[in-house]
């Protein structure tokens, strides 16, 4: 089983920041098979981005990923209010599929 | 509109059964891959269980975690436009919200999900 270690657990920026989130791999993650999530409290969980840099529909270009083998990266460009919310990677190459343990991203 | 709604869940005691649903609207589930995925408390998100999309000349593929396997069954109704997850010989760790969550791709796989339920909690203790 692939072990997904999300860094750092809480990221505190202010609106108009740049996030990075990293997502590491315990072993190469088969081809580019890596989407990553986001939770907001009450909510369903949405997909922001799958096959590690596609984005999915509706979702604003100031999100990005990018990364190969173990190391991936989600970027958030400049923060929007909204964007304060956990996110998760997920890799789907090998099974089974498995998370991280989430990144937060909140308000500084 | 197009959303999955999990309901269900609830306080059992260990050893104990609870029947989990998802009604689909706005899509037809037979026309999707499913899953179940859970949350403990606190904790990240962990795979649950994987339905095929079905039709009406084969069966569905199944898949578990190890960590349900003989515990857990998926199943679906598609008159019902629904998908059910059967929890037997509960434990405390399965003590977690439990969200139904839709493939991506129409009449495939793609293990990422592109639509998710609000989720249903379920609490395992005496």
């Known amino acids: 089983e692939i072990v997904l270690t999300q860094s750092p657990g809480t990221l505190s920026l202010s609106p108009g920041e740049r996030a990075t989130l990293s997502c590491r791999a315990s072993q190469s993650v088969n081809s580019i098979y890596l989407a990553w999530y986001q939770q907001k409290p009450g909510q369903a969980l949405r997909l922001l981005i799958y096959?590690?840099?596609s984005r999915a529909t509706g979702i604003p270009d100031r999100f990005s990923g990018s990364g190969s083998g173990t190391d991936f990266t989600l970027t958030i460009s400049r923060l929007e209010p909204e964007d304060f919310a956990v996110y998760y990677c997920q890799q789907y190459g090998s099974p089974p599929l498995t998370f991280g343990g989430g990144t937060r991203v909140e308000i500084k | 509109e197009v959303q999955l709604v999990e309901s269900g869940g609830g306080l059992v005691e260990p050893g104990g059964s609870l029947r989990l649903s998802c009604a689909a609207s706005g899509f037809s589930i037979s026309s999707y891959s499913m899953n179940w995925v859970r949350q403990a408390p606190g904790k990240g998100l962990e795979w649950v269980s994987y339905?095929?999309?079905?039709?009406?000349?084969?069966?569905?593929?199944?898949y578990y975690a190890d960590s349900v396997k003989g515990r857990f069954t998926i199943s679906r109704d598609n008159a019902k436009n629904s998908l059910y997850l059967q929890m037997n010989s509960l434990r405390a760790e399965d003590t977690a919200v439990y969200y139904c969550a839709r493939d991506f791709v129409v009449r495939g796989t793609s293990w990422y999900f592109d639509l998710w339920g609000r989720g249903t909690l379920v609490s395992v203790s005496s």
């Open positions: 339905m095929s999309s079905s039709s009406s000349s084969s069966s569905s593929t199944i």
């Open positions: 096959g590690v840099s």
